[in-house]
């Protein structure tokens, strides 16, 4: 059963959690304990801000022994044409104030054009009918929406050499996607950093990371790989990931000098085309 996600239907969620935990004696941290969960998330969660995954859920429902109704009765985002595991990071990425990402391969979600993203939709497992590529590009465009407002979140982008480098689609694709990037930076909606080939061995080269904050809730880090998506939310755990993160922005290219590789880039690319087109 779906139970569709919104601030009423987490509440009450939440209420439920904390009527259980009272009935079962245990104080969050207790509970927190026993179903390997932060006494943070749990309390959130109680408050209705935050969801458990099903995972949590299942402990939830193994701790207080609730027959089921956690995992059962979970708000999800169902509606949302989004990787399964890339659901919970998509609701925090909506309330966040502040984001930053590094992406070692491909052009971040928000920042990809709609030919990019159709090109990224058309490569993986399972493949996916036309039908299906257009209504995941677009459910990509709508998220990338923030950018109209100016003033919030605040957008910060590490790019590793290799996502200009490596060419999805075309030449053309690229040159329009690099120019997006290079005009959102040069009006100042977004700051952008490149990471050089040339630093080597760096502190991200594990994959993609995301860095969230929030005006009423802890900053949380999400960790991406393949198939799979984690949200860390121990503060010992978000805050290593903003060292890391710190750590490569240090090895980075400024953004001036990010903006003047990308144009560079973008240039080569549209030459590429020209060629291509006249040979």
């Known amino acids: 059963m779906a139970i569709e996600d919104n601030p009423r239907t987490r509440e009450q969620y939440g209420q439920e959690l904390k009527r259980r935990r009272e009935a079962a004696g245990l104080t969050q941290e207790e509970l ?86 159709y090109e990224v939709f058309g490569s993986g497992y399972p493949r996916k009918s036309d039908e299906e590529r257009d209504k995941l590009v677009a459910t990509r465009l709508e998220r990338a929406r923030i950018l109209d407002n100016f003033h919030a979140p605040e957008l910060r982008f590490l790019l590793d050499e290799a996502v200009l480098r490596r060419v999805v689609g075309s030449p053309a694709v690229m040159c329009e996607q690099l120019r997006h990037i290079s005009e959102l930076a040069a009006n100042r909606r977004i700051r952008a950093h490149v990471l050089p080939y040339s630093v080597g061995a760096h502190a991200l080269q594990a994959g993609f990371l995301s860095l969230m904050w929030f005006e009423d809730l802890p900053p949380i880090a999400y960790a991406e790989g393949v198939n799979s998506g984690r949200i860390l939310e121990l503060s010992s755990a978000v805050h290593a990931c903003q060292e890391l993160y710190d750590q490569a922005l240090g090895d980075a290219l400024s953004h001036r000098e990010s903006l003047d590789l990308l144009r560079s880039v973008a240039e080569d690319y549209e030459h590429e085309a020209q060629r291509a087109d006249h040979p």
């Open 32 to 117: 927190s304990q026993r179903a390997v969960m932060s006494r943070t998330h749990i309390a959130h969660i109680e408050a209705g801000r935050r969801r458990p995954d099903p995972e949590d859920a299942r402990r939830l429902d193994q701790v207080l022994g609730a027959g089921g109704f956690f995992e059962r009765f979970l708000p999800t985002l169902d509606g949302k044409k989004v990787a399964e595991h890339f659901k919970e990071a998509l609701e925090f990425e909506g309330k966040a104030k502040v984001i930053k990402e590094y992406a070692p391969a491909l052009v971040p979600g928000l920042l990809q054009t709609k030919g990019y993203a």
